[in-house]
């Protein structure tokens, strides 16, 4: 069964795989002290900026919590939209392993705007409440949109204007750079991001996502926290290696925009029948729509995908680096007949 269900049901770029066999040879000193680990963490401050400090962990879960508690107090807050990943699916991790509470905004495009922290701007120097400390937006969003270099640029103004730090989840963060046709750098700490989650599982690793920090006074004591949060890699070479070929070449923009071009092309196509509603506009890989509810069950018997919102039969399907032109237009065919029926 092939799915549209995530870009992290793919398996792994060849050209990654080839990392992992060449680093799996001989002996490497264990923790990160190994000729792999030390050209990563060189080659993301060539990508992210020669001040930033990198560090790798198994999961994005991990790479959001860690950022997090790293920068907060437990009687700080997070600002961040209802939708937004650590506030959704993340299993309520943020706030157990932080103990710092979110403070949630609703927005209907999934995007962060200043004027919607408002209610909490009154929180500050009072004891009773918990004080806003960081605001944490998704490059792009769990609905598939995107924030513009000018509009990341006025949040990280607005955060710093108020003595906040602005942490970017970038699971999706190389979708982001290539719609944008801007780099990673530009996107993130060019714009005035303080901490970035940058994904590699959603884009054709198998498995690794790392915290970068804007500076090293961010990123003071925190490998104790990450060897505390047990995300302090034995075999690290295994994630390292996979890092060095995602950005060697920008190769996370080649798996990044192919995923992006099917998304756009599965819309194209859908766009075609009447009975389907495209609900967002594809700007990455994510392409959201409604269908008539008695045919979803039937097309996830040859499909799997989730349903992003039963109450009004949306649906969520999700293009990946693999994905090819012919297994869109098949699935296009399948729920072409599957209306027709």
Known sequence: ??????????????????????????HAIAYGEDPWTQKAQAKFKEVFGAQTQSFFTFIGTAANVLSIQSLLQPYEAVICCTTA???????????????????????????FRPALAAPYMHYFDFEHHVQPKLISITQS???????????????A?????????????????????????CSLYQTSFDCGADILSFGGTKNAMMYGEAIVFRDETLAQNFKYKR????????????????FLALLQDEQWRKTASHANAMAHLLAQELAKIPQVQITNTPQVNAVFAKLPKACIAQLQTE??????????DEVRWMCSWDTTEEEVLAFVNTLKKILAS
């Open 85 to 111: 990943h650590i506030n959704i699916d993340e299993c309520g991790a943020p706030e157990r392993y932080t103990a710092s509470k979110l403070l949630t905004v609703t927005s209907p495009d999934g995007k």
């Open 157 to 181: 103004d607005f955060a710093h204007q108020h003595n906040m730090y602005l942490h970017i989840d970038g699971a999706r963060l190389a979708n982001a750079a290539a719609a944008l046709g």
């Open 141 to 155: 969003t769990e609905l598939g949109t995107l924030y513009s270099l000018q509009e990341i640029k006025e949040i």
């Open 1 to 26: 069964m092939k799915s549209f269900g995530s870009d992290n049901h793919s398996g792994v770029h060849p050209k990654i795989l080839q990392a992992l066999v060449q680093a799996n040879q001989e």
């Open 303 to 312: 499909y799997f995908f989730y349903i992003w919102d039963e109450m009004q």
């Open 227 to 242: 060897k505390q949060a047990m995300q302090l890699a034995s075999k690290m070479r295994f994630i390292s290696a996979q």
